[in-house]
T-cell receptor, first 112, second 114 residues
Framework: AQSVTQPDIHITVSEGASLELRCNYS??????LFWYVQSPGQGLQLLLK??????LVQGIKGFEAEFKRSQSSFNLRKPSVHWSDAAEYFCAVERAGNMLTFGGGTRLMVKP | GAVVSQHPSWVICKSGTSVKIECRSL??????MFWYRQFPKQSLMLMATSNEGSKATYEQGVEKDKFLINHASLTLSTLTVTSAHPEDSSFYICSATTLYYGYTFGSGTRLTVV
């Protein structure tokens, strides 16, 4: 069965520092992978997605993610974090039936 | 882009009463709507998949008699939490998919049962 693991429950970075959020997946075929961001009490906003092709995917708000099949990873990165990036981040994989399986989420806190 | 409007944003109800949550697709037709539940500081768990005009498909462990899903039209899906209890307090989110825009999420409903 498909599964998604986000090893880091919380991450704190200083404003202006770089960021990397980890995501590992378990899936038999080439996965469709997503990163979403959720502000408190809000729905989810899509940051980026990977279906095929170039393994480095650019998203909104300056985020990017790299698909590494050999490591079963799809880590999210941002070169310089802004205070407004503080939120919950979810990695997800699409499974049969057009349904998403989410990772446990990583809460990002940004220090001034 | 595709927008899913979810109401109410938050609701407080007494234990034993029922609560209805609505999700409307505003500028597209949602053949399929997904309903998720999110407990505090946890991830989203798929509860059920609703298809317009047919019965919803529930994930294992989700009580279909407690969480009634109706998808009577291509633009409206509802989730009714019947005989709500404090353990049903959670954040409920709906989602629809379109070929062009992919997955679109509602803004969520915070349910508190007292």
């Amino acid at each position: 069965a498909q599964s998604v693991t986000q090893p880091d429950i919380h991450i704190t970075v200083s404003e202006g520092a770089s960021l990397e959020l980890r995501c590992n997946y378990s899936y038999g075929a080439t996965p469709y992978l997503f990163w979403y961001v959720q502000s408190p009490g809000q729905g989810l906003q899509l940051l980026l997605k990977y279906f095929s092709g170039d393994t480095l995917v650019q998203g909104i708000k300056g985020f990017e993610a790299e698909f590494k099949r050999s490591q079963s990873s799809f880590n999210l990165r941002k070169p310089s974090v802004h205070w407004s990036d503080a939120a919950e981040y979810f990695c997800a994989v699409e499974r049969a039936g057009n349904m998403l399986t989410f990772g446990g989420g990583t809460r990002l806190m940004v220090k001034p | 882009g595709a927008v899913v409007s979810q109401h109410p944003s938050w609701v407080i109800c007494k234990s034993g009463t029922s609560v209805k949550i609505e999700c409307r697709s505003l500028d597209f037709q949602a053949t399929t709507m997904f309903w998720y539940r999110q407990f505090p500081k946890q991830s989203l768990m798929l509860m059920a998949t609703s298809n317009e005009g047919s019965k919803a498909t529930y994930e294992q462990g989700v009580e279909k008699d407690k969480f009634l899903i109706n998808h009577a039209s291509l633009t409206l899906s509802t989730l009714t939490v019947t005989s709500a209890h404090p353990e049903d307090s959670s954040f409920y989110i709906c989602s629809a998919t379109t070929l062009y825009y992919g997955y679109t999420f509602g803004s969520g409903t915070r349910l508190t049962v007292v």
